[in-house]
């Protein structure tokens, strides 16, 4: 009969035999997976709250799930970068952020080669940094309106529009009847749109397109708003966003 | 007037006779701390300066130790825990150098078993953060880190 030291002395031994195999196995396994460039703050998978902090440029193991809610930036310092373009209390973000109403230019100071880039959401959102000092953006009852020209379309930015929140999610309290003079609607949300803009649809993140919609700038360049062009292209898979 | 002097000269010299052997214990029980300082690289936010800038932002810093700089191609370095999470801080003489690094450190990543990494750099220190095992899911100490370390003068 076997002893009850000789058994504890097997387990262990398996145990440890174990534990070695997948401390060898596992780099192996996950350094298969190149790491992926971030610039600042993004949810994180499945975007059902969890959401990184780090406003930095940084890598993780995992490919972003949602590609509506990303720009990738080409051109940076150690190759292409994913940055997140939502509204960051969408999708968990619990710090301090800042009000904003409809489409807007996008600061960036993270990765200057991206260029001009403009916020395509259309409705009130989010953000965590208060745009640059420009006569362009207004500040009105704490939330930022921008009153320049109308941002380029790009279609595929404005799926973004599409995204859902989670359920605890507020947008800023803002809508179309508080906007400074000079204010031009830009998207879905704007007169003439079948689609209601995103604060009549509390606990969404902004208006969902309809078929007829105009994309962001749609007044602008028209013909980026047709949609056929959209059912064209196709759309994203829509990622873990609830 | 010079049998003052000589008198006053006498006095200096039976004073040092004396003190000598005290002075001299003292200047080698200073000789070891002094020893321990590091001399870092001028201009530049250095290793204890970060160190210091990160206890302030209330993380755990007890894990880090001065670390051999040649292996990051550094002239000073700490390395070791923060947190829970592998962290390197390195100064440098050298720009290139400091690219080098960074650069190397980043393509390294995809060999080795890191589930989030990052590199910043402050003047020419360089903060290089691995996080395995996802001690820090949400970053929420690595942000912490960065926003302390991009204001370290």
Same mark, same amino acid.
């Given at each position: 009969m076997?002893?009850?030291? =000789?058994?504890l002395?097997?387990?262990?031994? $398996?145990?440890?035999c ?8 596992? @780099?192996a #396994?996950?350094?298969? #997976? ?30 972003? $799930? ?7 930036v080409?051109?940076g310092?150690e ?22 109403y ?6 960036? @100071?993270l990765?200057?080669?991206?260029g001009?880039?403009f ?8 953000? $965590? ?6 006569? =362009? ?11 320049g ?7 595929q ?9 989670i ?7 803002a ?5 400074p003079?000079?204010y ?9 749109? =079948?689609a209601? @803009?995103a ?7 902004a208006?969902v397109?309809? =078929?007829?919609a ?8 028209p013909a980026?708003?047709?949609p056929?062009?959209?059912?064209? $292209?196709g759309?994203p #898979? ?5 | /007037? ?32 002094a020893?321990?300082r590091?001399?870092?690289?001028a201009?530049?936010?250095s290793?204890?300066g ?5 206890r302030?932002a209330g ?6 130790? %001065?670390?051999e ?12 825990k923060?947190?829970?999470?592998e ?12 690219? !080098? ?5 980043v393509?390294?990543? %995809? ?7 990052l ?7 360089l903060?290089i ?5 996802r001690?820090?899911p949400q970053?929420?100490?690595i942000? !912490? /880190?960065?926003?302390?370390? !991009?204001?370290?003068?």
């Open positions: 076997r002893s009850p030291l =000789s058994t002395r097997l387990v262990v031994a $398996v145990a440890v174990a534990s070695a195999g997948f401390g060898v196995a596992m @780099p #396994a996950r350094a298969a #997976a190149p790491m992926v460039k971030y610039i600042g703050m993004h949810p994180l998978s499945p975007h059902q709250g969890e959401y990184c902090y780090i406003d930095a440029i940084h890598y993780h193991r995992f490919l972003p $799930v949602d590609l509506r809610v990303y720009v990738s080409k051109d310092a190759g292409p970068g994913q940055l997140y373009v939502g509204d960051p209390a969408w999708l968990g973000y619990d710090g301090p952020q800042v009000g904003y409809g489409p807007h230019p996008l600061d960036v @100071p990765a200057p080669e991206a001009r880039l916020c395509y959401i259309s409705g009130a959102h989010h953000h $965590v940094t208060a745009p640059p000092p420009s006569t =362009s953006m207004v500040l009105k009852d704490g939330v930022y309106w921008y009153l020209p109308p941002p380029p379309a790009d279609v930015r404005s799926w973004i529009n599409e995204v859902r929140a359920k605890a999610y507020v947008p800023p309290k809508d179309l009847s508080a906007a003079p000079g031009r609607p830009f998207g879905p949300g704007a007169p003439g749109s =079948s209601p @803009p604060s009549a649809t509390p606990g969404a993140t208006a397109p309809s =078929s007829g105009k994309v962001a700038g749609g007044a602008a360049a980026a708003a047709a056929g062009k959209v059912k064209a $292209v759309k #898979a829509a990622g873990g966003t609830p | /007037m010079s049998c003052t002097l000589a008198a006053g000269d006498w006095s200096l010299a039976r004073w040092w006779r004396r003190s000598a052997p005290l002075l001299a214990a003292i200047a080698l029980a200073l000789v070891p701390s020893g321990c590091r001399s870092h690289v201009g530049t936010p290793t204890d970060v160190l210091e800038a990160f302030n993380l755990d810093v007890a894990g880090v130790a %001065n670390a700089p040649d292996a990051w191609g550094a002239d000073v370095c700490s390395s070791g923060v947190s829970g999470v962290v390197v801080i390195c100064e440098f003489t050298s720009d290139e150098q400091l690219g !080098k690094t960074r650069a190397d450190t393509r390294d990543w %995809n060999s080795f078993n890191i589930d989030t990494g590199v910043l750099h402050n003047q020419r220190t903060l953060v691995a996080d395995r095992g001690q820090d970053g929420r100490a942000g !912490k /880190m960065v926003t302390a370390f !991009k204001r370290v003068q």
